[in-house]
């Protein structure tokens, strides 16, 4: 059993505390940047951790509905770090604007 699936009581290790970066808002879109794991105060968190960034849209019957998914295994923005480019989109094909997101050294 891997530790997600084993209750707090009895594993070993804790699972790490996301950290989540305040949404922005435009309109009836946002984005929300979500690190998996690591510690706030690391600045920026270590490259081992990866980032997802969260894309929603606002829908005036359900609230807040997620449309896409940008995922990077590694920290991004580290313009020679072989490993940061490792990214992709989970949902669908990006849109032009999602696309702007994927850092300028990994097009």
Known sequence: MSSEEMSPATR?????????????????TAKVVVYPGGEKHDKPPASSLGRNLFYLKR???RGWRITNVLIHDYWPDIPNDPH?????????APTPEQEKDVPKHCK
């Open 59 to 61: 829908d005036p019957m």
């Open 84 to 92: 940061s480019c490792e990214y992709g989109f989970a949902n669908r």
């Open 12 to 28: 070993s290790k804790d699972i790490p505390r996301a950290w989540i970066e305040t949404p922005i808002v435009t309109g009836d």
